[in-house]
């Protein structure tokens, strides 16, 4: 019989809804639009052995953010997000072999995120020949021998592109950069390049790692946290736990950011009755609501306010025998400091003073801070260098290696710390190299390989001629669409690891192969019994993930497998690995990563441990600082603020609360009042009026770039919001169109999504 298509109401933006933001986040309806699409997609059974395994010490991590675990686990150790990407994974719903005749790529290509993940799981391998444009199912065998005999013909290494998803297990990832440099390239891609990066260069220069130096537990020992360029309440809603326990010891809360999100305001706790019938927590005590990219020059600002305390009181404000025996650079930044033109400040921030000197005087009657932040700091030019400032500020009162204070970078992915401590980046260290190549007896390649940006850009030019994927979707995610999608197809083969579809199945290389796999929440039998991966978390917490459930189908096969058989059809004998062995009992690999990767000696031992371990953290643990002095660094950042030319708005882009990086889920964005619909630009109601704009009416959002390149999203509805003013804000992945390839944070790489000048035009049609 002819396939029936799921039914998939795709969003009609002629009905799109816009209502009141809301003033608290979570609560009952946190708790119903959890469970409401589980128990309708998933059923009553399948929701249970799921969402009571997650995030448990012998359940399964999530896969939606890489929050931590606290050592005591309630019984429902997850929130809504949480909820939706484990129904979105375990759907029964399978992508059958008839599918792909029915549906060429070019018209899938005609297709939304949302539509192409709502066919369901993958369960069969599916190739696409040069020159045809149908996907056709392939056996596993040959699908090995089609990517290994393309990988084997290339005229170079670095002639291909291996990406990684934030998703992918510690065991994979070990795994799968071992086959990319016994393959002989250092090009391994991956999704933190987009996100933290800057943290990772910023942290890494002062401090010497760019982890965060905080445990789960500081949060509640905290007397002061300062939230940066994060929404916690749709990203990572289980923070708002922490908040509160913040809150309830005592604990102040400052959000700076330029909209006021609801997460950010209350938090009504859905496990606690004042949650539910309460009016719940107030969690900011001070909202600074800064113009995009002035979070730097507010940094400078305190910190200057910080040293003028310090000379009217000598002695008694700076931690003089932390920064004598630990700290290097005071004297530099005093005198750097010194010059800061508070006029720049106001124009930078778009605060008054006396807020910028509420939040000083907070930060000096506190004897313990965190400051926390996410792609709101690190998406910018100067994303690495306000990094430095958040490391400067704290270093000044000695915040750093004690309970309640330090640094913490908020990671989204559930598993993109561990990737990047497994050895999944392009320029990993000698040490890390050589310990690889003792281990596995061979010469690792040393030249640093293609990050995410550069990658694109060696696509576009011909350099790189074969892209593997494992997890992600790159096309989606990456900056400036148009050349992302050129720069694809511009290759011979792409290969796509994953267990829905996504644009990037649609955007191909002349040949393209999809292999599905499993997900995390299901059981993974191989020969030996069955298997367990591991995760670490965004605070160096390293745990184990047991899935619960059967595999949607029975020939699916898991990341591990799909890597040691990729690596046995290309690489086979090049060096003393046992491939056949690692997809055979995953403690093999275990083993390996002992030997390879520092703080996990005895990883089989330590990961079987409840609740796993916590790899070392020098300046959490000792105020120890592997930086080349053994100090960390206070630095000197020349503040550069976003111009906005006249009739122009700086715009970032950013998550609904129905998605999860480009997986969407569904239409609406309650907390920010958008119902059925996505194409909208969020604008102040001053700037709608200076720009001679109406709420309601519909625009072309224009990039305006150096490079004259036309980028523009057409026809999008103007929503009146409580944005800073010059400041605009629309959805990702829709407004990655607007960002050039170009325009990329100093040092670090990453796209600049966060500070994007558009020019708002009247739509004709």
């Known amino acids: 019989m002819p396939r029936k298509t799921p039914r998939v109401e795709e969003a009609d933006e002629n009905n799109l809804e816009v209502g009141k933001p809301k003033e608290w986040a979570a609560g009952f309806p946190g708790v119903y639009h959890s469970m409401k699409p589980a128990i309708e997609k998933m059923g009553v059974e399948r929701s249970r052995k799921t969402l009571l395994a997650l995030n448990q010490k012998d359940g399964f991590d999530c896969m939606s953010c890489a929050w931590p675990d606290p050592g005591h686990r309630k019984t429902f150790e997850f929130c809504e997000n949480g909820a939706k990407a484990v129904t979105w994974e375990a759907t029964p719903v399978l992508v059958p072999a008839e599918f792909w005749q029915e549906h060429p790529v070019s018209e899938l290509r005609g297709m939304s995120e949302y539509w192409l993940g709502m066919q369901g799981r993958l369960t069969e391998p599916v190739y696409k020949p040069a020159g045809e444009d149908h996907y056709r199912p392939v056996s596993w065998d040959e699908a090995f021998s089609i990517l290994g005999g393309k990988l084997k013909s290339l005229a170079s290494p670095d002639e291909a592109a291996f990406y990684t998803s934030g998703r992918t297990s510690n065991e994979a990832a070990f795994l799968y950069q071992l086959f990319v440099r016994a393959y002989g390239t250092n090009n391994l891609p991956d999704c933190s390049n987009m996100c933290h990066e800057s943290s990772g260069w ?28 994060q929404n916690p309440g749709t990203n990572h809603p289980r923070m708002l736990t922490a908040l509160e326990e913040a809150k309830e010891a005592g604990g102040e809360i400052v959000a700076v950011n330029p909209l006021p999100e609801a997460g950010l305001r209350r938090y009504k706790n859905p496990q606690k009755v004042k949650g539910i019938v309460g009016h719940g927590t107030q969690i900011a005590d001070q909202f600074l609501q800064i113009r995009l990219g002035g979070d730097m020059a507010l940094l400078q600002a305190v910190s200057k306010r910080v040293l003028d305390a310090e000379a009217r009181n000598p002695g008694s404000v700076l931690d003089h025998a932390f920064l004598q025996e630990h700290c290097q ?52 030019k100067k994303g690495v260098a306000t990094i430095k400032e958040i490391i400067n500020l704290l270093l000044l009162r000695g915040n750093m290696g004690k309970p309640g204070a330090g640094a913490s970078p908020i990671r989204g992915h559930s598993n993109v710390q561990g990737d990047r401590t497994m050895g999944i980046w392009e320029q990993m260290p000698p040490a890390f190299l050589d310990a690889l190549g003792k281990e596995f007896n061979f010469d690792p390649p040393r030249e640093h390989g293609a990050d995410a940006v550069e990658t694109i850009r060696r696509m576009r030019d011909g350099d790189i001629r074969v892209f593997v994927g494992l997890g992600g979707n790159l096309v989606g995610a990456i900056s400036d669409s148009q050349a992302a999608e050129g720069a694809m197809e511009n290759t011979e083969m792409t290969v796509q690891i994953s267990t829905k579809l996504n644009r990037s199945h649609t955007v191909t290389g002349k040949e393209a192969l999809i292999l599905p796999t499993m997900g995390r929440t299901e059981i993974d039998m191989q020969a030996s019994g069955p298997q367990f991966v591991s995760v670490e978390d965004t605070v160096c917490a390293v745990h184990a993930s047991h899935g619960t459930v ?43 990563i002992s030997h390879v990767v520092a703080g996990c000696e005895d990883y089989n031992r330590k990961i079987r441990q409840k609740g796993g371990f916590v790899l070392p953290n020098g300046p959490r643990d000792s105020r120890t600082f592997p930086t080349p002095t053994g100090k960390a660094m206070l630095t000197v950042n020349h503040l550069e603020h976003v111009e906005r030319p006249a009739g122009t708005l700086i715009l970032q882009s950013m998550r609904s609360h129905d998605q999860f990086n480009t997986t969407i889920y569904g239409h609406d964005d309650r907390y920010r009042g958008i119902r059925k619909g996505r194409d909208v630009v969020f604008v102040s109601p001053e700037d709608i009026a200076e720009l001679g704009l109406s709420d309601g009416q519909h625009v072309d959002i224009h990039g305006v770039y150096e490079d004259n390149v036309q980028r523009v999203l057409r026809k999008f509805r103007v929503v009146s919001y409580p ?43």
């Open 329 to 380: 650079g005071l004297e530099e930044l005093k005198e750097h400091l010194a010059e800061l033109d508070e006029r720049e400040v106001v124009e930078a921030t778009g605060l008054r003073r006396e807020e910028i000197d509420e939040l000083a005087e907070r930060y000096l009657r506190a004897e313990k801070v965190i400051i926390t932040w996410a792609m709101g700091i690190t998406q910018h």
């Open 202 to 229: 910023g942290m890494g220069q002062t401090i010497g790692i760019g982890k965060a130096t905080i445990s789960y537990d500081d949060f509640a020992q905290a007397d002061l946290i300062i939230i940066m360029g």
């Open 723 to 765: 944005t800073a003013r010059g400041c605009a804000a629309a959805y990702y992945p829709e407004a990655n169109v607007l960002v050039p390839l170009e325009s990329v944070a100093e040092g670090s790489n990453t796209p600049v999504s966060k500070a994007v000048i558009v020019r708002l035009e009247p739509s004709l049609g």
């Open 550 to 592: 059967r595999p949607v189908a029975p020939d699916l096969l898991s990341e591990v497998a799909i890597i040691s058989r990729l690596a046995r059809a290309t690489v086979d004998g090049k060096i003393d690995a046992d491939w056949a062995g690692f997809e055979r009992d995953y403690d093999l690999i275990r083993d390996h």
